[in-house]
């Protein structure tokens, strides 16, 4: 079995050392081959337009595929991300490589507001990461798309005496937050 796991700086994990990425922390954990082609600020786009060479040429079994918060922070439209989304899926499957789709995280807003200065309206972006969250759902039944809900689950974990210990800057994770995501992604890979 290979994963390819294809996204943003959550992929990638933004300011952690590799050993401590979730996505390491599977391969350590499951003994799974996994190519971690997260890359730092990249939208759905950018991760549309590398599907072919960073996935489909790799010849995984499953992709992974996690992104939009970057898309939301550009403002670029929640029909737009949906597509590069849903098209990513499509081609996956087109190549007979089957997708998970990665539910992003919330941000936390006063925290990321500090650290990133006046980039974006970090409540707006939650919201419409909750809209993106619940569009990723209906999809995911109408195609029968496996999905790991890390938004929703990360949500019942974190509360205002811990964001601090998962949370490096409001947006991305410490290693403790990778850790929770493992925990979170296990389920679905022991039944794979």
Request: glycine residues 8%.
């Amino acid at each position: 079995m290979k994963i390819v796991c294809i996204g943003d700086s959550m992929t990638y994990g933004y300011r952690v050392r590799r050993s401590q990425v979730w996505t390491r922390l599977i391969e350590d954990k499951y003994g799974v081959k996994v190519l971690n082609k997260g890359i730092n600020g990249d939208s759905t786009g950018g991760m549309l337009s590398r599907f072919y060479r960073d996935v489909v040429e790799n010849r995984p079994s499953d992709v992974f595929i996690m992104g939009g918060a970057n898309d939301l922070i550009m403002e670029v439209s929640l029909n737009v991300i949906k597509s590069n989304i849903a098209t990513m899926v499509h081609q996956a499957r087109g190549n007979l490589i089957k997708p998970i789709i990665g539910i992003q995280p919330l941000t936390e807003p006063d925290m990321a507001k500090e650290q990133w200065s006046n980039i974006a309206d970090f409540y707006r972006i939650n919201n419409q990461l909750l809209e993106l969250r619940e569009w990723i759902m209906e999809f995911s039944n109408i195609f029968d798309v496996r999905i790991v809900d890390f938004c929703g689950e990360l949500n019942k974990r974190i509360n205002q005496d811990n964001k601090y210990e998962i949370y490096l800057d409001g947006l991305h994770f410490t290693p403790r937050g990778n850790e929770m995501m493992l925990d979170i992604i296990s389920p679905l890979l022991r039944g794979i």
